[in-house]
């Protein structure tokens, strides 16, 4: 069983920065690919950044340069550092995990999935 629980959401300003924590439960959780994704109400879930097994990262266009994906193995954690940020970024975000050595960029591929945190930015 396999369980994930995002926290670190919120409220904040344009220019702003959070971070979002993602506390994994599983056997081996350094095998499993992870990923970050984020939806709107009536739109589909999109990948903002994914982290492999063996730590190589993709992050989607609209946050590259802005935002930053890591894992800590150990704490068996996931999070994601959003600075600069833009009231584009308005979004549930999801924390996602697929026991997989390659990081796929669609929501349909993965397994396993947090509830959400909700982070609004306004300006």
């Known amino acids: 069983q396999v369980q994930l629980v995002e926290s670190g959401g919120g409220s904040e300003h344009a220019g702003g920065s959070l971070r979002l924590s993602c506390a994994v439960s599983?056997?081996?959780?350094?095998?499993?690919?992870m990923a970050w994704f984020r939806q709107a109400p009536g739109k589909e879930r999109e990948g903002v950044a994914t982290i492999r097994r063996d730590s190589r990262i993709y992050y989607a266009d609209s946050v590259k340069g802005r935002f930053t994906i890591s894992r800590d193995n150990a704490k068996e954690t996931l999070y994601l550092q959003m600075d600069s940020l833009k009231t584009e970024d308005t979004d549930m975000y999801y924390c996602?995990?697929?026991?997989?050595?390659?990081?796929?960029?669609?929501?349909?591929?993965?397994?396993?999935w947090g509830q959400g945190t909700q982070v609004t930015v306004s300006s």
């Open positions: 996602a995990a697929l026991w997989s050595s390659a990081c796929p960029q669609t929501a349909s591929a993965y397994k396993y």
């Open positions: 599983a056997y081996d959780y350094s095998g499993y690919c």
